[in-house]
């Protein structure tokens, strides 16, 4: 079974810039979150998607930072403009749909190095 | 609000030495528990969990008890190799909320041969 995909892995951008994260996750897997981790920090959830609903977006900085899930499968996480303190990875990840399923399924992150 | 606090690390442990890492959380109702692992990079993945209290969640060797009494999930290990030189993460989730998963700030493990 494939594993959550994001791209790009690594992305290097000026403040005020604008960026934008794309995510894959496991296939039938109906619930997909975004999350940021800064250096130093665990990942702090920023939007949770079930299918292509959003459930949680309470942190998520609405005026820089927005997302969709299209057809409830991909989902992008976008920045415009971007600040010095969005430099973090972030993290896709998806769980199954059932509501047992405790496990999230994690992506290898984008680095986001804003200068 | 619902919390996760860790040790601070980083930890660096001789090869085959005990490791403890102390996780204590502040929630309401009745989380579940985990720890997660992520190798230098790679993503967040699950090494165990526990789902009520006095569950034991274990995997390769390492072994964690939900105690509510004393609100703690620690991570252990009887002998611990070089490749578990990793960030490990506790973390909490709910089941209201749309299954909320929030984590604690992590520890660094150095395991040296």
């Known amino acids: 079974e494939a594993g959550v995909a994001q791209s790009p892995r690594y992305k290097i951008i000026e403040k005020r810039q604008s960026v934008a994260f794309w995510c894959n996750p496991i296939s039938g897997h109906a619930t997909l979150y975004w999350y940021q981790q800064i250096l130093g920090q665990g990942p702090k959830l920023l939007i949770q998607f079930q299918n292509n609903g959003v459930v949680d977006d309470s942190q998520l900085p609405k005026d820089r930072f927005s997302a969709e899930r299209l057809k409830g499968v991909d989902s992008t996480l976008k920045i415009q403009p971007a600040k010095l303190e969005d430099s973090a990875v972030y993290l896709c990840a998806s769980t199954p749909p059932l509501l047992t399923s405790y496990e999230q399924y994690f992506g290898p992150g984008t680095r986001l190095t804003v200068t | 609000g619902d919390s996760v606090t860790q040790m601070e690390g980083p930890v660096t442990l001789s090869e085959e030495a005990f490791l403890t890492i102390n996780c204590t959380y502040t929630?309401?109702?009745?989380?579940?528990l985990f720890w997660y692992v992520q190798y230098p990079g790679e993503g967040l993945q699950l090494l165990l969990k526990?789902?009520?209290?006095?569950d034991k969640g274990s995997n390769k060797g390492f072994e964690a008890t939900y105690r509510k009494e004393t609100t703690s999930f620690h991570l252990e290990k009887g002998s611990v190799q070089v490749s578990d030189s990793a960030v490990y993460f506790c973390a909490l989730r709910k089941g209201t909320g749309g299954f909320k998963t929030i984590f604690g700030a992590g520890t660094r493990l150095f395991v040296k041969a």
């Open positions: 929630a309401t109702g009745y989380p579940s």
């Open positions: 526990a789902t009520k209290a006095d």
